[in-house]
């Protein structure tokens, strides 16, 4: 039988919780707590295999409290459960050690399937939304250009001059160096030829493109 | 509170002298004495005159029991300090006074009744010295009172003076001839500034928080491109340090680090100050040589100082009503979540309860019904969570409009039935903070309502950010307006919030289906710029032309960010 400490501030949350684990025949609800305060205490008092955390209480952040609990000890499974959206709160919980995050408008068996995963390999990370939020995350990495900054970078790619950049998309030569040193800053380029490098290297341009 | 507790205090250590003493236990009684004593006062303490009264009656009563209990060895001596103390708290300089004097007088009285076995001399200096030592706690206690007050006045004055500047301001922005609008202040200026003196360009930019200038206010070119780098070597940077007028020979530099700027011309910059202080700076430039002369100097300052003060309120009246509305914003997030949301959240737990149990008890029908129920609450409870994120996304959290945006849209992506193409054209200025934050709850909004209503495969979202200009367009390929969403809650909101920060928004039905929402901000609708580049820039027509050309650049361009699906 795993030992589970549920701790919220909401009494029907822990209530609601406490009757899904109890119904499971592998776990026992060892203690609830509506407090970090009295969560430490009860961990210490009762040390549970794993501890179900709301992310914000009363008297402190939850994923605080997770960072310490980590910090003493790698063998407590730790589920995170909150009610804020946003792929930085998953990415926060895995930061601060927690072995598993399931969002409060989940079906409670979602949570002891997080227990379960807890409680057996306390030291890695599950999350219903994680590969998604891995996707988003890594998508956005690199630069974004503006569709005017892609033109400029194309046609510095085929070797015109500025002259030339700025007679091809009519516009001005003062412009045409604004968007080429912007593009620059964008790249961390300190010339044209780092600039195309560090373009080639993103995918941003191909490298028949390259000069 | 402090009297009753000193009573407390020394009629405790009144007992423990008694106790250690060597004294006769009937003493007991006297001490019980001045204990009753001590309670009638502090209940009469309720009211002046009663105080004055009950402390009196305290005074006599203690110094009946000292003459009783030993004299100048009485353990009770002490106690004298408590209704002294109490009097110089409840009743200042004169209550601590009549409690002493009343003392006094006791004891006088009882000295001049002859006993027996009596050191009088030694009974005289021992009741003189413990009148004065409680004339002293008496005083002290009635200046700390005096202090106190004090404080409570200053504090209420304080608020009187806010109290009165608020109404002021209520007054005057209810009547003020102008509007507060910063923006239409600066273009004012701008305006004005064109009467008096020949410029291709002329921009008003404000300090906003940090070391970031901001324009407010922009005519000539296209786009403002200016080195205005507070930090760098630049005419701007020299005005703000030197607070002086600053005129060179050259046209303004083009940022971000550029070479000096050569080409000949005259560029202007006018410090914007109120008292010593610098608010801003006005810019303009011309390809002319030497047109601003100091007659033409004089008349451009006068108007800059003519106009600093209304620019000025105008940001500080922006600055207020963001404050409040982001704090009323949170308060709202915090509401729900720990409110409703998880309400509704432990009834989810409860459904997946009962389901369970009917599973148990063999009945399909019922675990069916719950089924569906549990995925209908479970989708309210997940708008929830959006709505509180919608509430607590602001634009500094993210560090730009642009971040904020693809924040949100991240979130959005993950819950909504569409592909988002997102378009970020942003220059490294940034737009006035309570702009940005109206600007990004439209989008939210007209997010929203693409993902509740409209039932779309695509989401456009197209950000253009050139300070003061803004841009932002928001399309969805789904249902379209229908007759009940023109006036929908929603829409209502947006116009709202547009108004509020001097936006144009329209709102029409995209072709071939879905809704168009564009917003902007400064791009004026009708007059294009008055003055021709003297480099011969393609300046572009600010019509609906181009936007519809920017839409179908955004769908067809392979940069767009895709999210969510």
Known sequence: ?211 | MPARLLRVILLIGCTALWLVGDTPTEDLAWIGAVTAAALAASLLERNHLGGLVGRSAEVIVWATAVNATGHDLSPLLPYLLAPVFAGGLLARFAGAAIAAGVAAIALLVTLSVPQDELDTKDYSIAAAQWTVIALLGGLVAAWARRLQQAAGDAQVSAYAEAHSLLSQLYTVTRQLPGSLDPRTTAEGLVEAVARTARFSAAAVLIRTDGDRLTPLAFRGEDRLEWDTELAGENPFADAWDSEEVQLRPVVFGRGPNPLPPTDPGSSLVVPIRIGDRITGLLGIETPEIDAYDEACRTEIGELVSNAALRLETGVLFDQIRELATTEERRRLAREIHDGIAQELASLGYIIDETSAVAAEAGQPDIVEDLTGLRQEMSRIVKELRLSIFDLRSEVDRFGGLGAALSEYIRTIGTTSGFTVHLTLDESSRRLPAETEAELLRIAQEAINNARKHAGADNLWVTCRIHPPDAELVIEDDGAGLGPGRADSYGLEIMKERAARTRAMLEIRPRNPRGTYVGVRVGLPGGSPPPVADRRGTLVPARTGAETSAAASTMSSSGQSEESGS
């Open chain 1, 1 to 211: 039988m795993t030992s589970v400490l549920l701790v919220d501030d909401h009494e029907l949350i822990r209530h609601g919780l406490r009757r899904a684990f109890e119904r499971d025949p592998g776990f026992t609800v060892v203690g609830e707590a509506g407090s970090v305060a009295e969560a430490l205490v009860m961990i210490r008092a009762e040390k549970p295999e794993v501890v179900i955390m709301d992310v914000r209480l009363p008297d402190g952040d939850g994923l605080d409290t997770v960072k310490k609990l980590r910090a003493a000890g790698e063998t407590m499974g730790i589920v995170v459960l909150t009610m804020y959206a946003g792929d930085q709160q998953l990415f926060d919980a895995l930061e601060a050690g927690a072995s598993g995050f399931v969002n409060k408008d989940a079906p409670a068996e979602e949570v002891l399937a997080a227990a379960r995963h807890a409680a057996a390999s306390p030291g890695s990370f599950s999350a219903a939304d994680l590969a998604d939020a891995m996707r988003r995350k890594a998508s956005q990495g690199g630069p974004k250009l503006s569709p005017r900054e892609r033109d400029v970078l194309k046609l510095l790619a085929d070797g015109l001059a500025v002259s030339g950049i700025a007679k091809a998309l009519f516009i001005s030569e003062s412009t045409t160096k604004t968007h080429i040193s912007k593009l620059y800053e964008k790249l961390g380029a300190g010339n044209r030829a780092q600039a195309l490098m560090t373009a080639m290297r993103l995918g941003l341009i191909t490298a028949d493109k390259a000069p």
